[in-house]
């Protein structure tokens, strides 16, 4: 189901971004296409437009930088362009003991996970107000159910984006805006999470591919919006979680991942 409007993809040089505009694409969708990788995006975009006899649009832009999220939105609203679908998937993961990972680069993830995520979202949202089919995707992550010691602050924005993003899906119900909190578990993807060892710079778990992740959150906005939590381990692994005390999963995950085992 293609809608009137624009499509805005943060993260789409890549991996879960990467899918949800060719899937889009293929929708007949029209796409506004960001991240940092400017060659990336302009390949990406040339590709879906000859394709798919859609517009598409490369916008480059490094979303960890201070306001970049306003200055995005701006640019986009000030050419006219009104975004019905905003999906906020740009991320990265650090791996590590917090008060040794580099504080700026912590900033950075802060940045780009959250204030860009928020900036972009209330820039757009006014024009999203009661227009037919209007949404938003919010890429989280299975670590937002729970703290995660070693990517503390990783987990700690991927918690703070599902509660946000669960708790705007009953604000913009009433108004016709559907959003989806999107959990993957591991995905094949170029995502690597800065500071880990060889082969462990990857979230573990079921590695989904990336086009079903998406495939499952389009089909989520089709319906309403809510939850998403592709995989049934997945699943499972977050049901089960609700019967164990707070306190026991991060004993146990820095037990197990205690830097240097
Ligand atoms: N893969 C997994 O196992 C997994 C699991 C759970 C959640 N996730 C989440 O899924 C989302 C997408 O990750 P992915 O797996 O698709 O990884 P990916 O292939 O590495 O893609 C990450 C995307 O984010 C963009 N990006 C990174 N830093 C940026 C910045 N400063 N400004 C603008 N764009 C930036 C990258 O583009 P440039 O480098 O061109 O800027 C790239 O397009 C992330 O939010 C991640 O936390 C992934």
């Given at each position: 189901m293609s809608m009137p409007g624009w499509a805005l993809v943060t993260g789409a040089s890549s991996g879960i971004g990467e899918q949800f505009a060719r899937a889009l694409a293929r929708r007949k969708q029209n796409l506004i296409l960001t991240a940092r990788s400017r060659g990336k995006l302009e390949a990406l975009a040339r590709e879906l437009q000859q394709t798919y006899d859609i517009q598409a649009e490369p916008l480059p832009c490094d979303?960890?930088?201070?306001?970049a999220g306003g200055f995005l939105a701006r640019s986009v609203l000030e050419g006219g362009r009104e975004i019905s679908l905003l999906i906020n998937n740009a991320g990265f993961g650090a791996r590590g003991e917090f008060w040794v990972l580099p504080l700026e680069r912590q900033m950075e993830m802060i940045r780009l996970h959250l204030a860009a995520l928020i900036e972009l979202s209330h820039y757009f949202l006014p024009s999203m107000i009661g227009r037919r089919g209007a949404g938003i995707i919010n890429v989280s992550s299975m670590t937002g159910f729970q703290p995660i010691p070693y990517v503390a602050v990783y987990a700690a924005t991927k918690n703070f984006i599902t509660s946000f993003s669960l708790a705007l899906t009953e604000e913009l119900r009433p108004y016709g805006v559907r959003v989806v909190t999107l959990c993957p578990g591991g995905t094949r993807t170029n995502f690597v999470i800065e500071g880990s060892r060889a082969g462990r710079g990857r979230f573990p778990g079921s590695g989904m591919a990336a086009k079903e992740v998406v495939a499952q959150a389009l089909a989520k906005l089709d319906s309403g919006g809510g939850l998403v939590v592709p995989g049934f381990a997945n699943q499972i692994g977050v049901f089960i979680e609700r019967f164990v005390p707070r306190p026991c999963v991060p004993w146990a995950v820095a037990k197990m991942s205690r830097p240097g085992k």
């Open positions: 979303l960890s930088v201070e306001g």
